[in-house]
């Protein structure tokens, strides 16, 4: 049997990110890259630089800023993909190039309309190709496990022999049970000649809802390296979710005898990171992050919790990261403490950027005496993750009430100008949203708009969260404020500024989806 040390390969950054509503912006890529550092993953999957200008800036300037992690970046079997791969990731301190092809008959038929001695022989050119910039090359069978064992292996046992370095199994729809995944991994293990040389990985899809059993049964029948994401995020149903993986790993050291390099306690500043960033908060009832996964309602349970944790507690919220109190501080809090406190949540900014968030925490303390860290994750979120905006909100007035028309003032920054317009509408928040469409010239369309709560009392911070659609593009704006509407026209900006990104950095959908092999 292989050795007993897992390889965590996190794939929020690719896999993660090229699902809808999950965009992310250069910048914001590689804050996630380096909280996914400190957070301790082998292998970070940066994204696939064919597919967009803004994906290849990302994967490249990544590639730079990390240290202690391998950079991979994804292409197809493509000269162009996997130099393009190349020039991204090449000033990377280790670096990887991740080449997928499809071997499913229902892909090679349907969709890619080619053979399967076409596909063996794209596979095994394209391995060679990025062999010869790198030694370090992953190959992914995709629709692995609705394809034909015989011609899987071969495949696998053809690229191995070309130099792969890492094969990776994809359960690219999420189909397999978890003994029939573990059936396959045991056959190629026991068919693939050479199958030694190269490091076992598996890619487990979730749409069953059975990607992390997938992925722990493959570990128990000899896979090394697991695919995963922050927060479960991926294409439909997302990829199995990091944090799962590696928390049974934790917890069941009696059946599950593996090491990962993990530090479990920024899991959880690492999964709110995400959903700031991304605007995409976790169900509450998900499994070790979610905001229910550690509170314990019914009597009985309280009861237990009370006279011994390890009644109703299999994992401790303290090993993931969750502090037993989030009041943190207030408005004679000092820069130091400030810095502390955003560093113990996940967020290493520069001297500038403490000082800009600063700013914002001195003004909210003065309104609002307890400053949680919900608080603190808002400050981060409009002061810096947004910072680098095309649209800028500048100014807001709204008059409403019984006794008149609701009308917003507004005032934004495109990117040197200013420019300012008012608009009616049936209610102040419609009337800002109306004035920043006319101001902005946008043609998207409003999918939702939801208002909550940050923290508890009247005091609170409410969070804003809308969706828009505009050419295809899907994306998530949050906004938080004391002011909710100050928070819905933030919300709205934050969207807008998203799909300015996305036209500026267009995707190259079909490279996305696959689907171009020419
Ligand atoms: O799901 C999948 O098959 C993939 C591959 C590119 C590994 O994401
Ligand atoms: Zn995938």
Redesign the pocket.
């Known amino acids: 049997m292989p050795g007993d040390r897992v390889i965590i390969f996190d794939t929020t950054l690719r ?1 993660g990110e090229q699902s809808p509503g999950f965009t992310m912006g250069i910048d914001e890529k590689l804050m996630m890259a380096k909280q996914l550092e400190r957070l301790g993953v082998d292998v970070i999957e940066a994204g696939f630089p064919i597919s967009s200008k803004g994906d290849f800036e990302a994967v490249r300037k990544i590639a730079t800023e990390i240290q202690e992690c391998e950079i991979a970046a ?1 292409a197809r079997t493509k000269k162009d993909d996997i130099e393009h791969a190349y020039r991204a990731i090449k000033d990377a301190a280790h670096h990887r190039i991740h080449i ?1 092809a499809s071997t499913s008959d229902i892909h090679l038929v349907h969709q890619l309309k080619k053979t399967r001695e076409e596909v063996l022989k794209m596979a095994v050119e394209a391995v060679k190709l990025a062999k010869s910039y790198t030694q370090n090359v992953e190959f ?1 069978p ?2 692995a496990t609705r394809s034909d064992r015989n011609y899987l292996c071969k495949v696998i046992e053809s690229v191995i022999e070309a130099g792969t370095t890492t094969v ?1 199994i ?1 359960d ?1 729809v999420g189909y397999s049970m978890p003994w029939e995944f573990a059936s396959l991994i045991r056959h190629i293990r026991q068919n693939v000649g050479g199958v030694e040389k190269a490091v076992l990985s598996v ?1 487990c ?1 979730n749409d069953l809802g059975l990607a992390t059993s997938n992925s722990l049964i493959a570990v128990l029948e000899g896979a090394r390296q697991v695919e995963c994401t922050i927060n479960g995020i991926g ?1 439909r149903a997302g990829n199995a979710s990091l944090e799962e993986v590696v928390m049974s790993i934790k917890a069941r050291q009696d059946l599950l005898h593996f090491q990962t390099s993990i530090r479990s306690e920024q899991i959880y500043p690492t999964s709110r990171l995400l959903t700031k960033i991304t605007g995409v908060n976790v169900q509450p009832n998900k499994a070790i992050v979610g905001s229910n996964a550690f509170s314990h309602e019914s009597g009985i349970h309280q009861d237990g919790i009370l006279k011994h944790r390890l009644t109703y507690e299999i994992v401790t919220p303290e090993s993931v990261g969750i502090s037993k109190s989030s009041l943190v501080l207030g408005k004679h809090s000092g820069r130091h403490a400030f810095q502390e406190r955003l560093q113990d949540i996940g967020f290493t900014l520069s001297e500038e950027q403490v000082e800009q968030a600063f700013q914002r925490f001195k003004i909210l303390a003065d309104k609002k005496s307890e400053i949680f860290d919900e608080d603190m994750e808002a400050i981060v979120t409009e002061t810096v993750i947004r910072a680098a905006d095309k649209y800028k909100l500048t100014g807001l007035t709204v008059v409403c009430g019984t006794a008149a028309t609701p009308t917003a003032t507004v005032s934004l920054q495109v990117n040197e100008t200013s420019i300012k317009g008012s608009e009616f509408g049936d209610g102040p928040v419609d009337a800002a949203f109306k004035a920043i469409k006319n101001l902005t010239g946008t043609k998207s369309r409003f999918l939702s708009y939801s208002v909550n709560s940050i923290t508890g009392g009247t005091d609170a911070q409410g969070e804003v969260t809308v969706r828009l659609e505009e050419n295809g593009n899907i994306v998530i704006g949050q906004g938080a404020h004391e002011d909710i509407i100050m928070a819905s026209a933030m919300a709205y900006l934050n969207a807008l500024n998203k799909l300015a990104y996305l036209e500026k950095n267009p995707v190259n959908r079909s490279a996305r989806r696959h689907a171009s092999w020419q």
């Open positions: 896999d994804l997928f992914s995709m629709d990776n994809p690219t890619h899809h294409e």
